[in-house]
């Protein structure tokens, strides 16, 4: 059984760095979902993707975030000059078109 | 802007019992509704969904109730084991009575089930 993979598990960044996180998805699903989650919080959503389309993208998303999904496979999420604030659990997500989404482990971002 | 509430951080019960948990929405567009539970170090896993046509959804031991004119949403767990213990994430979404598009969660439930 593949589900959602995600690459690093784990992230450890200085402020100012750039950082590229990835998602795999279902291999079968076209839609792909960016969630953010922080302490004590449910996550929320960043952006997401029918297919190579982003079609919404959260207020959360700045312009120091950018997420690709070229080719409609997996997608990239990254994130340039990061902050102390950006240090979180990003969870991507897939589906089919109006199916329950599945989540991948998520990535751990932590910037100091 | 919190659409999605639920407002016990967490709830502690016996094995064997039956743990209830609760989440409030504010979105009247909201028309399909998940719980999603989660464990340390994974992402969250569907549990159960219910569309805004039902006020009832049962599979095995969770039951979803959904009252549309309070908002409300509750989700039990009959009855409770230790291997429940978990995260509970309530969550909505709008458009098509289906788990369609952004989901939008709650804070979470931590459940602690004693043997």
């Known amino acids: ?112 | 802007d919190q659409q999605v509430k639920q407002n016990s951080p967490s709830l502690s019960v016996q094995e064997g019992r039956i743990s209830i948990l609760n989440c409030d929405y504010t979105n009247s567009m909201f028309d399909y509704f998940l719980w999603y539970k989660k464990y340390p170090a994974e992402g969250p896993t569907f549990l159960i969904s219910i569309s805004s046509i039902k006020d009832k959804n049962e599979d095995g031991r969770f039951t979803v109730f959904l009252n549309k004119s309070a908002k409300h949403l509750s989700l039990h767990i009959v009855p409770s084991q230790p291997g429940d213990s978990a995260v509970y994430f309530c969550a909505a979404s709008a458009g098509r009575g289906t788990s369609y598009g952004k989901l939008t969660f709650g804070q979470g439930t931590i459940l602690t089930v004693h043997p």
């Open chain 1, 1 to 112: 059984d593949t589900g959602v993979s995600q690459d690093p598990r784990h992230k450890i960044t200085k402020r100012g760095q750039n950082v590229t996180f990835r998602c795999d998805p279902i291999s079968e699903h076209n839609r792909l979902y960016w969630y953010r989650q922080t302490l004590g919080q449910g996550p929320e959503f960043l952006t997401y993707f029918q297919n190579e389309a982003q079609l919404e993208k959260s207020r959360l998303l700045s312009d120091r975030f950018s997420a690709e999904r070229p080719k409609g496979s997996f997608s990239t999420l990254e994130i340039q000059r990061t902050e102390q604030g950006d240090s979180a659990m990003y969870l991507c997500a897939s589906s089919l078109m109006t199916g329950r989404q599945y989540f991948g482990p998520g990535t751990r971002l932590t910037v100091t």
